[in-house]
Each structure stands twice: as C-alpha cells, then as structure tokens.
C-alpha cells in the first residue's frame, strides 16, 4: 500500500512539473512574439516592394536574375548577442512583372527556446499568404506551440496589405 501511495505522489508530482507552462508560452506573449516577427522579416521585405530604392545602406543582400525578368532579392537577418539570443533568417522577394513573392526560412534562438520562422507555401504572393512560427523547447525536437499571420491585399497605395489574422495554438 506504501508503494502505491508513493507512486501516486510520485505521479501527481511529475505530472504537476511537466504540466507547469513555461515562462514564454501564454497566449498574449505567443501573438506578440509571432507579430514581431512577422513585422520584421515579412513586412520590412513587402514595404521594398513599393521602393525606389530597395536596400538600405548596411544591409547584407545578394541580387540575383533568376530566369528571364525574374529578379530575386534576398535579405540576410543575422545576429548574435552575449546573453544567449541569435537570429539566423533569410528573406528573399521574387519579382516578375507586376507580381511578387516573399519567402521567409530561419530560426530564432535563445536560451529558453528557439523557434522556426517560414511562410507557407508559395509564400506571401502579391502580399497574401501566411508567416507560421514554430516554437520548441531547446534541446528538443518536437515543437511545443505555434503562431500564424495571414496577409492580405487591400486597396492602400502606401500600405497595400494588412495582417488582422492572428492565430497562436499548442501542439
């Protein structure tokens, strides 16, 4: 009987430490991290379109012709800092006539998490599509939670998307 009450205590307590949420993981702090994200790899790439000048003076870029008129600009998000916080993205935008397309793959670490940052597939298209975020534990391989952002077009000279669409979940 002694066991059984001690595998039960046992049980509760694991279960109470494994269930506990983590410093980072509530709903608010998921949606802001996701729309940060979102704002600065997808829209700062989307507001280039517009452009004149498409790069700004320090930024790592490579621009390369595709194929025909196709012109493809990628945009290097790179850092490191002494408490832990990395960030390894590429953004590339695809223009080909009036059309474009933008593209995110990377990753965000730090020491409590890291996250997969992409847009889903084709991308953001003429500024629609979705930026997905996926976030795990570090160490671990199986991600924990989610965020999402869906773009639109809308009818706006000087911001001719928006991004009312904000989702966050757990796996």
């Known amino acids: 009987m002694k066991k059984i009450a001690f595998y039960c205590i046992v049980a509760v307590l694991t279960c109470l430490t494994a269930c506990q949420g983590k ?6 702090e998921l949606t802001i991290l996701t729309v940060n994200w979102c704002e ?3 829209d700062y790439t989307l507001d280039k379109i517009k452009e004149d000048s498409i790069f700004g003076n ?11 008129d196709t012109i493809c600009h990628e945009f290097y998000h790179s850092f490191n800092s002494e408490d832990g916080d990395s960030v390894d993205v590429i953004t590339a935008l695809y223009q080909f006539g009036d059309s474009s397309i933008v593209t995110v793959d990377g990753y965000r670490y730090s020491n409590q998490y890291y996250a997969h940052l992409f847009t889903l597939e084709p ?15 570090t160490g671990k391989t199986t991600p924990w939670a989610w965020g999402e952002v869906t773009y639109r077009k809308r009818d706006n000279k000087y911001r001719p998307y928006s991004y009312d669409d904000r989702k966050v979940g757990r796996y």
């Open 23 to 28: 410093e980072w993981d509530t709903e608010d």
């Open 40 to 42: 600065g790899f997808v």
């Open 58 to 68: 320090n930024e790592r870029r490579v621009v390369k012709t595709i194929k025909g």
């Open 123 to 137: 991308g953001i298209v003429n500024y629609e599509g979705k930026f997905h975020v996926d976030y795990y534990e």
